[in-house]
């Protein structure tokens, strides 16, 4: 199935006086110009173009019938040409992971039989794992999220009148799991990484490590930020330097992001600037870069961390020196109350409040 045109394909007149369009080179009859018949054919074709059925919309049954129901595998291969491509890595990483579960178990089940059923199979070898991949069993926050992406991409395949509605609204009834439901491990609460554990680690890291490292300290930046970054994107200002990135979490939202770099960050990147603007500053895999902070953790004798930790760090310093205003910009938060979750201060508080009270 080809991945859908933006063009709309425009109903035409011959000099025979029979109706006909025009679709990515293909000539589609539609009979006799103006009568009932050929609206309704065109009507046809321009669902069927819709949906992404190219091969279809040039058979004149085919298009004069109901489309067959996908399969799911079906419905996968088009979200995932179609619709990945608007989300962020991060993003497509998650879809592509809850997809090699659903892909094995249910991949050529008719598109409209996926019920409430199939949907808990799913979730339950979310939750046990996979020997035969290797695949460990997921946190039970991480199943919910997992689970909820399956069902997103249903509610695409309704969108496009690939998936009757009622199969959605079948899955809505599947609730999340709850804390202690099933055998679902939950994490423990990722707290911000100590300055002095960070400052332990990096006589164990290679240069280029710890110094990835101090930047996400200085910035409260994600890996992947810091690791995106190019010369090119750098704004060397007298006041600071910027970086507007342009693939990130909220891209797809319209949203901007901003990295601001102090002059102890400025003094970091110019060790590891390049000639070529287009290069990455960071020649470095996201996934080797925290093996070996992890590995760093265990040499130092610290409890281990993960370098997004370093973002609850800052995150907590500026909201609780700076306020959540601040926080939120340097963040690049979308909701205020995301920022507010990382500040200490209420805590803080609610020590000092019970400490009075003796």
Request: hydrophobic share 40%; aromatic share 6%; net charge positive.
């Given at each position: 199935?080809?991945?859908?045109?933006?063009?709309?394909?425009k109903?035409c007149?011959?000099?025979?006086?029979?109706?006909?369009?025009?679709?990515?080179?293909?000539f589609?009859?539609l009979g006799?110009?103006?009568?009932?018949?050929?609206?309704?054919?065109y009507?046809?074709?321009?669902?069927?173009?819709a949906?992404g059925?190219?091969?279809?919309?040039?058979?004149?049954?085919?298009?004069?019938?109901?489309?067959?129901?996908?399969?799911?595998?079906?419905?996968?291969?088009?979200?995932?040409?179609r619709?990945?491509?608007?989300?962020?890595?991060?993003?497509?990483y998650?879809?592509?992971?809850?997809i090699k579960v659903?892909?094995p178990?249910?991949?050529?089940?008719?598109?409209?039989?996926?019920?409430?059923?199939?949907?808990?199979?799913?979730?339950?070898?979310?939750?046990s794992?996979?020997?035969?991949?290797g695949?460990?069993?997921?946190?039970?926050?991480?199943?919910?999220?997992?689970i909820?992406?399956?069902?997103?991409?249903?509610?695409?395949?309704?969108?496009?009148?690939l998936?009757?509605?009622?199969?959605?609204?079948?899955l809505?009834?599947?609730?999340s799991l709850?804390?202690?439901?099933?055998?679902?491990?939950?994490n423990?609460?990722?707290?911000?990484?100590?300055?002095?554990?960070?400052e332990?680690?990096?006589?164990h890291?290679?240069?280029?490590?710890?110094?990835?490292?101090?930047l996400?300290?200085?910035?409260?930046a994600?890996?992947?930020?810091?690791?995106s970054?190019?010369?090119?994107?750098?704004?060397?200002r007298?006041?600071?330097w910027l970086a507007?990135l342009n693939?990130?979490?909220?891209?797809?939202?319209g949203?901007?992001?901003?990295?601001?770099?102090?002059?102890?960050?400025?003094?970091i990147?110019?060790?590891?600037?390049?000639?070529d603007?287009?290069?990455?500053?960071?020649?470095?895999?996201?996934?080797?870069?925290?093996?070996?902070?992890r590995?760093?953790?265990?040499a130092a004798?610290?409890?281990?961390f993960v370098?997004?930790?370093?973002?609850?760090?800052?995150?907590?310093?500026?909201?609780?020196?700076l306020g959540?205003?601040?926080?939120?910009?340097?963040?690049?938060?979308?909701?205020?109350?995301?920022?507010?979750?990382?500040?200490?201060?209420a805590?803080?508080?609610a020590?000092?409040?019970?400490?009075?009270?003796?």
């Amino acid at each position: 199935m080809g991945r859908r045109s933006n063009t709309i394909p425009k109903l035409c007149t011959d000099k025979n006086g029979r109706a006909f369009t025009k679709v990515r080179g293909r000539f589609i009859s539609l009979g006799r110009a103006g009568t009932p018949e050929s609206h309704q054919r065109y009507s046809e074709v321009l669902t069927a173009h819709a949906r992404g059925q190219l091969d279809d919309i040039a058979k004149p049954k085919a298009a004069a019938t109901a489309p067959k129901c996908l399969t799911v595998n079906e419905l996968i291969m088009q979200f995932v040409t179609r619709e990945i491509p608007r989300f962020s890595a991060g993003e497509a990483y998650a879809f592509r992971a809850a997809i090699k579960v659903l892909r094995p178990m249910f991949g050529e089940t008719p598109v409209n039989d996926f019920g409430p059923l199939r949907y808990r199979l799913v979730r339950d070898q979310m939750v046990s794992g996979d020997p035969a991949t290797g695949r460990k069993p997921w946190a039970r926050p991480t199943v919910n999220r997992q689970i909820k992406r399956i069902r997103q991409i249903f509610r695409w395949g309704v969108s496009w009148e690939l998936v009757q509605p009622d199969v959605v609204t079948r899955l809505d009834s599947v609730r999340s799991l709850a804390i202690g439901e099933t055998t679902a491990h939950d994490n423990p609460a990722r707290k911000a990484a100590s300055a002095a554990d960070v400052e332990a680690v990096m006589p164990h890291l290679k240069p280029v490590y710890a110094d990835v490292l101090r930047l996400l300290a200085l910035t409260g930046a994600r890996r992947g930020e810091i690791l995106s970054l190019t010369g090119g994107m750098l704004q060397r200002r007298s006041d600071c330097w910027l970086a507007e990135l342009n693939e990130h979490k909220t891209a797809r939202k319209g949203k901007r992001r901003f990295l601001v770099f102090n002059v102890a960050a400025q003094a970091i990147l110019l060790r590891h600037l390049r000639v070529d603007p287009e290069a990455k500053i960071f020649d470095v895999h996201p996934d080797t870069f925290s093996t070996a902070v992890r590995l760093a953790c265990v040499a130092a004798g610290v409890t281990p961390f993960v370098p997004h930790q370093l973002r609850h760090a800052a995150a907590a310093k500026l909201v609780d020196e700076l306020g959540v205003e601040v926080a939120q910009a340097v963040l690049g938060h979308s909701d205020a109350m995301m920022t507010q979750h990382y500040s200490q201060s209420a805590e803080r508080k609610a020590i000092a409040g019970v400490a009075r009270l003796g």
